[in-house]
């Protein structure tokens, strides 16, 4: 393999194993925001009192997601500066701003406030304690835009103007408005709000089928996972389409080779342009990636949306089998929301920024040892984590609600105050 | 004082932040085995530690700090962020690697309540704490010492710059450093017995600290350590170092953990306006005394600006968010709090 493939391998898995914690965070996030919102202005005790144990199993559930997300994600920020250095020297100017302002608004936020969600049971004032985990949630969703923005410019360069060879920004404004990033960004949140809703909805399924006794906490889950997996899949199809108008505009090429009309064209129309090279992404891989993603897409939209009508006196839980079909239909939006990741980078081969900058420009001058090197220590890392933590979560989904770790405080020691000491 | 200088300013408060917070993080991680309470397991949830519990519900705002020195790293000084990173290459690839696994671990330990589980995250655990202080170490050792840059700015470093008396022994410092600190931390938040016990240890590593750090100061008295652009200004920030030092072990001895826990943070941050200030207007230098200077390593004007409007607003909020959350969860650890990591 070339230093040039190494760097690609690495990022693409890092970024990927990322994405799929990231996926569920930003799913689930927004409901544990509801639930916790919920249980907390519940009058009556004992309605509180499941309503409470339920925030506290999803938002378990969603804390152990979070913990793998956050670690692979402090590592995003330094991996354009390892093996992409070019990147800095031709855009640094342009595309480390939104990235430097994620950090700053939303990354630095998210994680503060999350710590003190999960240590301010029992400490913080509810009020306090539920608009944190909203904070929580605002923060992560502005996350994603910032981050889309940073994208945004890849797939699609405005707002800006090369002089001497380096790229200098002239229009902020047209780069936070990039109908590349905006369109975008709505379909990822709906893709992450249908990964969460069917998290949510088929967990709920495989308790009421395995009878866990929890009735009543699983049919308010069932119902909201149910919900909003069907209103997100049914708009996450819609967004997605909207997508290919701009696509036809900014990069014909992925549109190209995505209907399989006028590649060859193209391909010389880009060599005029841009001098001799193959401009024509992986047409195979392209291609399966669209179609596993559109099958999902309809999939999941139609079986929640089926779902919904079947809610009505549980039937989509009293037989079994539809119960367990929801249970299956976990990993799909994952699948689907990777394979999006691949139409969307892998379609924008050769270029790193679209029409701008090479791929192979903007690799650092790093030894392929090193890069060997730096590729099987992350990728090992990061799927060992991963399968850990799919691991974990799987194990505190099935035990249910009474195996909750988060929001307990040790009820064997008799309580003390406690004296700030300094 | 020009833009440029505020943001370099705020890019070594970021990384002095970093250094404090995380290298308390880190020292704990080091420490925990042996700064272990007793504690009994229940409902199967492991017994807790009183090390980890110290820095708990701190721990996932601190390690941000340093994602927010890269972010602004990236945005303000793109040509420095290029060089840099992809320059310490082998450096950055274990310090990344330490911190996933370290973050990952303290977050996931007590999620498995078997035993060998736990020890195996536990192993997790203090890796995380040692690779970034030892390779930070190691890297502030070389940007003191200067890295061996070449005509078109770009450099590698090989095992011959890092296996250097110097290098490698302000490596040594400063994990030994961030170990007292964290010692200094635990004393400082933990129940009285157990701070007993933290305050000895963080005093023997202070001695520990002190003999080391004897080694790159007289290394660099006698030639054969860096030669340091600003030497006045660098000679002040060392002495300040010392005192620093000093002062964190009087104060240890005599139980006055606040004092001493302060003293601990002085001297971790020091490092970054030694590097800073000793070195201006370098942020990055060869041992021959040129290098990138921050006027060459800075962004547009355009840009700059544009970042400065979001800066005066987002600075003083995020310090004001990240005070909030020490002030919330103040005072000592108890069975009362909250308890998950």
């Known amino acids: 393999m070339t230093a040039a493939d190494l760097a690609r391998l690495q990022f693409a898995a890092t970024t990927g194993i990322h994405w799929l914690f990231v996926v569920l965070t930003m799913g689930l996030v927004p409901l544990v925001a509801a639930l916790h919102t919920r249980a907390a202005y519940t009058r009556d005790p004992a309605r509180r009192a499941v309503r409470e144990r339920m925030t506290r199993f999803w938002g378990q559930l969603y804390v152990i997601n979070y913990a793998v997300g956050i670690a692979t994600g402090l590592v995003m920020e330094f991996q354009f500066g390892l093996n992409w250095s070019g990147l800095s020297k031709y855009a640094g100017n342009v595309f480390g701003a939104p990235l430097a302002l994620e950090t700053l608004i939303a990354f630095f936020a998210e994680s503060t406030f999350l710590g003190m969600w999960i240590f301010g049971w029992g400490r913080l004032r509810t009020g306090v304690h539920v608009t944190l985990i909203w904070l929580v949630a605002l923060t992560a969703y502005a996350s994603a835009y910032w981050i889309m923005v940073a994208n945004g410019f890849m797939q699609h360069p405005v707002g800006h103007q090369v002089r001497d060879g380096v790229a200098y920004l002239t229009d902020f404004g047209a780069q936070l408005t990039n109908p590349s990033a905006l369109v975008a960004l709505g379909h990822v949140a709906l893709g992450a709000l249908t990964t969460g809703g069917v998290f949510v909805a088929g967990i709920s399924a495989w308790h009421f089928a395995r009878g866990t006794g929890e009735p009543e906490l699983f049919r308010g889950s069932l119902r909201l996972g149910v919900w909003v997996s069907m209103l997100a899949s049914f708009f996450v199809v819609v967004v997605g389409e909207l997508q290919m108008p701009v696509l036809e505009r900014t990069q014909p090429m992925k549109v190209a080779v995505l209907t399989g009309d006028g590649v060859a064209a193209l391909q010389e129309q880009l060599v005029r342009e841009h001098g001799p090279g193959d401009y024509v992404p992986w047409q195979d891989t392209l291609r399966i990636s669209m179609d596993a993603m559109t099958l999902i897409g309809n999939t999941v939209s139609t079986v929640t949306l089926v779902a919904v009508i079947l809610l009505r006196k549980d039937r989509l839980v009293r037989w079994r089998p539809l119960a367990y079909l929801m249970t299956a239909m976990i990993p799909l939006p994952f699948l689907a929301s990777v394979a999006g990741w691949i139409v969307r980078e892998v379609g924008r081969q050769p270029w790193l920024i679209y029409g701008e900058l090479t791929v192979e420009d903007a690799l650092s001058h790093v030894g392929t040892g090193a890069l060997t090197v730096s590729c099987a220590v992350f990728i090992a890392v990061f799927l060992g984590l991963a399968v850990t933590n799919w691991t974990l979560i799987t194990r505190f989904a099935r035990r249910g609600p009474s195996a909750t770790q988060l929001g307990t405080t040790d009820p064997a020691e008799p309580e003390r105050p406690t004296v700030p000491s300094y | ?341």
């Open chain 2, 1 to 341: 004082m020009s833009l440029e200088t505020l943001w370099l300013a705020l890019l070594g408060l970021l990384l002095a932040g970093y250094f404090v917070l995380g290298g308390y993080d880190y020292g704990v991680q080091l420490l925990h085995p042996l700064l272990d309470g007793e504690q009994q397991e229940r409902n199967g949830l492991a017994p807790r530690n009183t090390a980890l519990d110290a820095i708990a519900p701190f721990f996932l705002g601190n390690e941000v700090w340093l994602v927010a020195f890269a972010g602004v790293m990236f945005g303000a000084f793109p040509h420095l962020e290029g060089t840099l990173l992809s320059g310490l290459h082998p450096l950055i690839v274990a310090i990344l690697a330490g911190l996933v696994l370290g973050n990952a671990a303290i977050q996931l330990r007590r999620r498995t309540p078997s035993a060998r589980a736990q020890r195996r995250w536990g192993a997790l655990i203090v890796c995380g704490g040692a690779l970034p202080s030892l390779c930070w170490g190691l890297v502030i050792g070389l940007l003191l010492y200067g890295v061996p840059r070449r005509a078109d700015g770009s450099f590698h470093i090989g095992p011959g710059d890092v296996l250097t008396p110097f290098v490698l022994a302000c490596g040594a410092t400063t994990a030994l450093l961030f170990a007292a600190h964290g010692a200094a931390f635990v004393a400082l938040r933990s129940a009285p017995q157990q701070a007993a016990r933290a305050g000895q240890l963080g005093t023997a590593l202070l001695n520990a600290t002190g003999a080391v750090a004897l080694l790159p100061l007289l290394l660099t008295l006698f030639g054969a350590g860096p030669t340091m652009t600003n030497p006045r200004t660098a000679a002040a920030l060392t002495a300040l170092l010392a005192a620093a030092l000093c002062g964190a072990r009087w104060w240890l001895v005599r139980g006055r953990h606040g004092r001493a826990f302060a003293a601990t943070c002085c001297a971790t941050a020091l490092p970054v306006p030694l590097l800073g200030a000793g070195h201006h207007p370098y942020v990055l230098i060869t041992p021959s005394g040129t290098g990138l200077t921050v006027e060459h390593a800075v962004t547009d004007s355009a840009t700059l600006h544009l970042l400065s409007a979001f800066g005066v607003v987002l600075v003083p909020v995020i310090l004001a968010y990240q005070a909030w959350s020490w002030w919330a969860f103040r005072g000592r650890t108890s069975h009362r709090h909250a308890d998950y990591f």
